[in-house]
């Protein structure tokens, strides 16, 4: 059976490409909105942390309407920390629409999602979005994207894909330069490329659950497409997995609904090719198959990525802990871990000896920081240690995970880059021309780009553009120093006032304010001098009959520095912890007595 009434396609592209962007429209022009209706910008980042950073963190479907065709259409994310979405993601779909910003050109992440769409055989779409830019060289990223498509391998057909220019913020398309004025060649191209699903719709039932979303108030929805057969409301069902990983076991289908719009919308059943959710099933997960009981065959489904970088979770045990959080012990702090991994494939979480401690294994900073952020905003107060990469060992050799590193500098910034990328072992691969800048490409050890972001965004004054992806493990690259500043430490608890800050700014750039609370041990500030140094904030000036407390008012501070919560994950040295909580975050020692401290230091 061949489903003409259906196309199942994923947008993949370079992180900013303008996914997002691109899918409003196509939503807009598809029928899903009422033409007077009123709809906020990237509807399908429906994240309040993904309409912030304007980035996609997790895949979302969605479905628009051409004629009498119904496309289903599944925005992956670009940024390389959440490439297991993607990989998954496309056991879903015959088709992608490959996205490239008609300025920058194709980007590490591009050949990773390309590579994928490729190694599955799907069709592809050549889109180059952003045509209405005027610095825009449409003929130059075209040329990229073919040559490409051959170091990729393409075959001959996929190498001859159609190629459509688009402008996704004014939701045109056309199959030359020249814009029309809506989507229609676009969505022509979407029916008559890519293959529509076909299978046995007498067959016995097979669905393979490609990722999964978690409601409170029926549990696990399993999210996939039938590959065989149907799938019915109240049907019995075998669950079972390509790699062994579970006994296979009875379950039925409590709910059944599929994709329509933004909605899901409930139905009796679904047949092949068809993009369904699933629920009633509490231990589905992400890779299984769902299977008619009296034939239990599994589908294929790839391994996803190892992490390649790992932090410690703990329970904040500071002077403040428990005054700013709803959720604060053990228990919350387990519970919500290995909750997020029914939905992140990518995410690794373990128990250690200490009851109170937890690891946590990811792709990348950003997908640590996003679980940090989401959490400290759901009322979780918790420590974090420093990132630290995971290693690994063959033949007795020690591997580390490389980094392939892309960078956009103005002509002026290449040479204090290249000098601190070689700091950082790592080494030049490359440099093209790209208008009045340059773009340097260069591998480079995982740890050493940690910490290096805030550094290179100083470095370039902020015009520079920096992009990674994971390239695989390689020899160890040596010793490499971790931070070249110390630690400005509060002496005691208390409020900071402004003579304490005013004698404490001499010595490095200040963290805290003047009436913020801070506690022995508390990292107030950084210096530049490589041992830590005792400060004290609180430190009030004497009043006597010469001198009257009010003379602070003429003391000028410096304003303190304010740091996101990536620019801190990057500064935290071994010996120190992230606090996080809903309303604050704080850099604080691992051992908060000074005295303590001091003599764990003369016993090393």
Known sequence: M??????????????????????????????????????????????????????????????????????NIIDTPGHADFSGEVERILKMVNGVLLLVDAVEGPMPQTRFVLQKALDLGHKIILCVNKVDRPDADVKRVVDEILGLLIDLNADEEQFNSPIVYCSGRHGTASMTIEQKSDLTDLFETIVNHVTPPEGDEKGKTQVLISSIDYNEYVGRIGIGRVERGTIATGQEIMICDFHNTIQPYKSKVVTLMQ??????????????????CISGCAELTIGNTICAVDSVDPVVFMKIGKPTLEMRFMVNDSPFAGKEGKFITTRHLRERLFRELLKDVSLKVEDTQSTDTFIVK??????????????RREGYEFAVSMPRVLFQYEDGKKLEPMEQLIIDVPDESVGVVMEKIGSRKGEFRNMSLLGSRKRLEFS?????????????????????ILNTLFMGYEEY??????????????????????????????????????????????????????????????KKKHVTNMRASGTDEALRLIPPKRMSLEEMLEFIDEDEYLEVTPKNLRIRKATLSNMYRAKERNKK
């Not at 003409?4 to 370079?14: E, K, T």
């Open 259 to 276: 994709i329509d719009g933004l909605k899901r919308v409930p139905v009796n059943s679904a047949m092949v090719g068809d993009i369904i």
């Open 444 to 464: 480079i050890p995982a740890r050493g780009l940690i910490g290096y972001k805030s550094e290179f965004m100083t470095d370039t004054k902020g015009e520079g």
């Open 2 to 71: 061949i489903r003409n009434d259906l196309r199942n396609i994923a947008i993949i592209a370079h992180v900013d490409h303008g996914k997002t962007t691109l899918v409003d429209e196509m939503l807009k022009q598809g029928g899903i909105f009422r033409a007077n209706q009123q709809v906020n910008e990237r509807v399908m980042d429906s994240n309040d942390l993904e309409r912030e950073r304007g980035i996609t963190i997790l895949a979302k479907n969605t479905a628009a309407y051409y004629k009498n065709t119904k496309i």
């Open 477 to 538: 690259k040596g010793d490499l120093s971790r931070r070249n500043c110390g630690s400005l430490i509060a002496y005691e608890t208390g409020a900071a006032v402004t003579y304490g800050l005013f004698n404490a700014q001499d010595r490095g750039p200040l963290f805290v304010g003047p009436n913020t609370q801070v506690y022995e041990g508390m990292v107030v500030g950084a210096t530049p001098k490589a041992d830590d140094i005792v400060v004290n904030v609180c």
């Open 362 to 375: 990811g792709r990348g900073e950003m997908h640590l920081s996003i679980l940090i952020e989401t959490m």
